[in-house]
């Protein structure tokens, strides 16, 4: 049971900021956030996790809610490599993922 | 540094045989996890290996097993194969006290 809800797909422009949401109404206080993206015929990547505060890396930001019933994955500026499916994860164990079904992001050019 | 390597990439059985894929985890790195994905799904988690013990369990029936080696590498065994066991199957290494599981580019399963 993933319990997260997320949009089955989302188009951007390349070049564009993109927002992808999450939600997580369910989520215990100690349940870490996870993203994850997986390209046409490969395993997934990490792209970020996080726990209570926003947290930014070399790939993306993680917005989380103050509630922390939902977060958002921003991708700064889409390249037609950021063609994926994006996965967004609650998990409390270490390398236990529940994954749900994704977003599939389209990036046109 | 090495990455997750799995093999075979590709394999076709036969409905009622036995299968063994392999998994070398990334240098370092002492947890493995075995996912499966069908066609148009998110991964589902099979199980989960620490220091060569099975460490968490999805709802996978007993004929998925495996096995952690002292190198850290890890087999999943399938015994009587179905059909709706063709999948991709993903293994996927973890650091120690890290949070970010690295996964290997999967073995796809064709049952026929």
């Known amino acids: 049971d993933a319990k997260t809800t997320q949009p089955n797909s989302m188009e951007s422009n390349e070049e564009e900021p993109v927002h992808l949401p999450c939600n997580h109404s369910t989520i215990s206080g100690t349940d870490y956030i996870h993203w994850y993206r997986q390209l046409p015929s490969q395993g997934p990547e990490y792209v970020i996790h996080g726990l209570t505060s926003n947290v930014n890396n070399r790939m993306a930001s993680l917005a989380i809610a103050e509630d922390r019933k939902s977060s958002t994955l921003i991708l700064h500026r889409a390249t037609l490599r950021d063609a994926a499916v994006y996965y967004c994860?609650?998990?409390?164990?270490?390398?236990?993922?529940?994954f749900g079904r994704g977003t599939q992001l389209t990036v046109w050019p | 540094e090495t990455g997750v390597t799995q093999s075979p990439t590709h394999l076709i059985k036969t409905r009622g045989q036995q299968v063994t894929l392999r998994c070398s985890s990334q240098?370092?790195?002492?947890?493995v996890s075995w996912y499966q994905q069908a066609l148009g799904q998110g991964p589902q988690f099979i199980f989960q290996?620490?220091?060569?013990?099975?460490?968490g369990r999805g709802n996978f029936p007993p004929r998925f097993s495996g096995l952690q080696f002292p190198n850290y590498s890890s087999e999943l065994n399938v015994n009587a194969l179905e059909l709706d066991d063709s999948a991709l199957y993903l293994c996927a290494s973890s650091p120690p006290l890290g949070a970010e599981a690295f996964f290997g580019q999967g073995t796809r399963l064709t049952v026929v």
């Open positions: 240098s370092g790195h002492n947890t």
């Open positions: 290996y620490y220091r060569e013990e099975e460490n």
């Open positions: 994860i609650r998990g409390s164990t270490l390398g236990r993922l529940y």
